[in-house]
């Protein structure tokens, strides 16, 4: 394993997450306490959860685990959790007001077992909230002690900026969870140089597009059997019909063939490897089923990319905007002058 700050802090992690989204609900009990375990063995440090994964078993499953753990192995471990999404019918249900956000962490300490927890991200932007009130939260929770540092999910561009400019000096907001891989990179127009400018550690989720990108699924033949999308075709931002229809998707997938084939490694290892050599990446969050899925993961620490490489990916995945102001044309437009 290997280690980084996350953002501009001095939280030390590891440069693999596990996430836990499949506890309770692809991954049963047995099962999600393997992987945390095998996670551990291989020297990971952040495990990241959230409320509303598997409707709070996920957190109750990890809290089982850290209460069969040693001292010397809970202190070892960083725990990121999230809230803001429904875990109710009630309106105070949801949101980035204080009233909820403080619940939810409440009942988010609770499942987990432990009196504070290291990072705390609001899931998604609340357009029904001043961004205010959800960044005083934070404030008030990293002072009372619950939370060592804060975090955004799946914010834009403006939206980080504007939250970091309003927190600055008055608490350490540090790290952004968005939906990074090589079939998903327009985070890096605004998103990523958003998060650089202001300090932000990145954390993708989807590091292998739902599977997509460990060459799971062929052109032309719909999934079937237990597969994400062989259960549900149609889930969400991996569905089959709207990725397959892009000639991008399987350019992408050809390339990683070549790879993979060249490093005698799997179509996965090379995907995390090339999202890992990403200069806005602290941490990639690996979201297994299984053990076995896990193992494979792993692995990617030990893979190196060269030059080359990560060009002829980069260059299979490029989303292809226009020329101003992401193209070419707007290159200098969009330097900070670090170069």
Not at 3 to 14: E, H, I, K, M, P
Not at 308 to 316: D, K, N, P, R, S
């Amino acid at each position: 394993m290997k280690y980084t700050t996350l953002g501009r802090s001095g939280l030390a992690v590891s440069t693999l997450a596990l996430g836990t989204m499949t506890f309770g609900a692809e991954s049963d009990t047995e099962q999600s306490h393997a992987q945390l375990d095998r996670y551990v063995a291989a020297g990971g440090t952040l495990i990241e959860t959230a409320d509303v994964y598997s409707g709070g078993r996920s957190e109750e499953i990890v809290g089982e685990w850290l209460r069969e753990q040693s001292a010397a192995t809970r202190d070892r471990i960083v725990l990121a959790g999230k809230g803001r999404f429904p875990v109710g019918v009630d309106a105070r249900d949801s949101g980035g007001s204080r009233r909820h956000l403080r619940r939810a962490l409440d009942r988010t300490l609770g499942r987990l077992g432990v009196d504070h927890i290291d990072l705390y991200q609001v899931h998604s932007w609340d357009p029904l909230t001043p961004l205010e009130e959800t960044l005083g939260f934070f404030e008030d929770a990293v002072r009372s002690g619950k939370i060592g540092y804060a975090g955004l999910s799946n914010y834009l561009g403006w939206q980080i900026a504007q939250a970091a400019s309003t927190v600055r000096g008055r608490f350490p907001l540090i790290s952004m969870q968005p939906q990074y891989n090589l079939l998903a990179r327009e985070v890096e127009w605004e998103i990523l140089p958003a998060c650089e400018a202001n300090g932000l550690g990145v954390l993708p989720w989807s590091p292998l597009g739902g599977g997509w990108l460990a060459g799971k699924y062929s052109q032309g033949r719909r999934p079937e059997g237990a597969t994400r999308l062989g259960e549900d075709p149609e889930r969400g931002v991996e569905a089959y019909d709207l990725r397959s229809a892009q000639p991008r998707t399987w350019r992408v997938l050809d390339a990683l063939r070549g790879i993979a084939d060249a490093h005698g490694e799997s179509m996965s290892r090379i995907s995390l490897a090339w999202l890992g050599a990403q200069p806005a990446v602290s941490s990639v969050i690996l979201g297994a089923r299984t053990v076995a899925q896990l193992d494979d993961n792993l692995g990617s620490v030990d893979v190196t990319l060269t030059v080359e490489e990560l060009a002829t990916l980069g260059a299979a995945s490029d989303p292809e905007p226009s020329a101003w102001p992401y193209g070419e044309a707007g290159r200098e437009q969009r330097s900070r002058g670090l170069a």
